[in-house]
């Protein structure tokens, strides 16, 4: 049974700094190609940053220049340093599969809260 668990979100001040990690109990982690996406309410989840089995990373015009996603195989884990945080960026954050390159998703997990205040 596969289970992500992300953490590191919180309540940040508009231009302040958050780091988030999500750890995938999966077998085969390093052969897949992972993105963080995030959901406001009455909103689809969107994909807002991906990186591949290479570490090639793609963003969101919404958090180019200001994100940056980051995997560290060895221990699991999928990473998204978030600079310069804006009030819009206010939502849960989740990690998954990318679903632009990869057939299939993890489960879903319970995601984490990122709220920017100004």
């Known amino acids: 049974q596969v289970q992500v668990v992300e953490s590191g979100g919180g309540l940040v001040q508009a231009g302040g700094s958050l780091r988030l990690s999500c750890v995938v109990s999966v077998s085969d982690f390093t052969w897949i190609h992972l993105a963080w996406y995030r959901q406001t309410p009455g909103n689809e989840r969107e994909l807002i940053a991906g990186?591949?089995?290479?570490?090639?990373?793609d963003y969101a015009a919404s958090v180019k220049g200001r994100f940056t996603i980051s995997r560290d195989d060895a221990k699991n884990t999928v990473y998204l340093q978030m600079n310069s945080l804006k009030v819009e960026d206010t939502a849960v954050y989740y990690c998954?599969?990318?679903?632009?390159?990869?057939?299939?998703?993890?489960?879903w997990g319970q995601g984490t809260q990122v709220t920017v205040y100004s």
């Open positions: 990186i591949s089995n290479a570490a090639y990373a």
């Open positions: 998954n599969t990318d679903n632009r390159r990869w057939g299939s998703s993890f489960p």
